[in-house]
């Protein structure tokens, strides 16, 4: 199975800062990865397909890189609505399987 | 607009069975694999099982083979998730997710809640 590690765990940051996070494939994924948002009790939000295609509706501010084993997920500048767990996604084989979370909040 | 319903959650005990549905609607089901996604209380996301369009290719977790099944009925867009011999590490929100071409789990339910408890 391919492992997916994020980094960091969690993060504490402010409205209007620049967020980077890091997805690593423990071997290589192409760019069959995508992010997702999720906010307590909901459904989990697709931000990022094939690693850096915005999903339709999602904001300009949301941004992802990558290809092969490393991938990144950058928010351009926080705003309160953004204050959310993040996960990545591996669909390049089975089992499909997800990053551990990072949990994004309030400084 | 797209949208997944997921019903059949609730408290079941150790050894029971329960089974999960899943209705679509707002585009053309029969066209799309879909999933079961699972996230157990404070923990992350757990992929389930997969079953194709036509329910050629079906795939589970290790976790779960020989005790689910998922299926299909294109005919009603609905899809299941039969869950038996249920376990308390099965507890957790159950989320249907469709696959789109190239870029699968694109839209999600809002989940159900399955407690396995005595």
């Known amino acids: 199975d391919i492992q997916m590690t994020q980094s960091p765990s969690s993060l504490s940051a402010s409205v209007g800062d620049r967020v980077t996070i890091t997805c690593r494939a423990s071997q290589g994924i192409r760019n069959d990865l995508g992010w997702y948002q999720q906010k307590p009790g909901k459904a989990p939000k697709r931000l990022i397909y094939?690693?850096?295609s915005l999903q339709s509706g999602v904001p300009s501010r949301f941004s992802g890189s990558g290809s092969g084993t490393e991938f990144t997920l950058t928010i351009s500048s926080l705003q309160p609505e953004d204050f959310a767990t993040y996960y990545c996604?591996?669909?390049?084989?089975?089992?499909?399987?997800f990053g551990p979370g990072t949990k994004v909040d309030i400084k | 607009e797209v949208q997944l319903v997921e019903s059949g959650g609730g408290l079941v005990k150790p050894g029971g069975s329960l089974r999960l549905s899943c209705a679509a609607s707002?585009?053309?089901?029969?066209?799309?694999?879909m999933n079961w996604v699972r996230q157990a209380p404070g923990k992350g996301l757990e992929w389930v099982s997969s079953i194709s369009s036509s329910s050629s290719y079906i795939y589970y977790a290790d976790s779960v083979k020989g005790r689910f099944t998922i299926s299909r009925d294109n005919a009603k867009n609905s899809l299941y998730l039969q869950m038996n011999s249920l376990r308390a590490e099965d507890t957790a929100v159950y989320y249907c997710a469709r696959d789109a071409v190239g870029a699968p789990f694109d839209y999600w339910g809002q989940g159900t809640l399955v407690t396995v408890s005595s």
């Open positions: 094939a690693a850096s």
């Open positions: 707002g585009f053309t089901f029969s066209s799309y694999s």
């Open positions: 996604l591996q669909h390049n084989s089975y089992p499909p399987t």
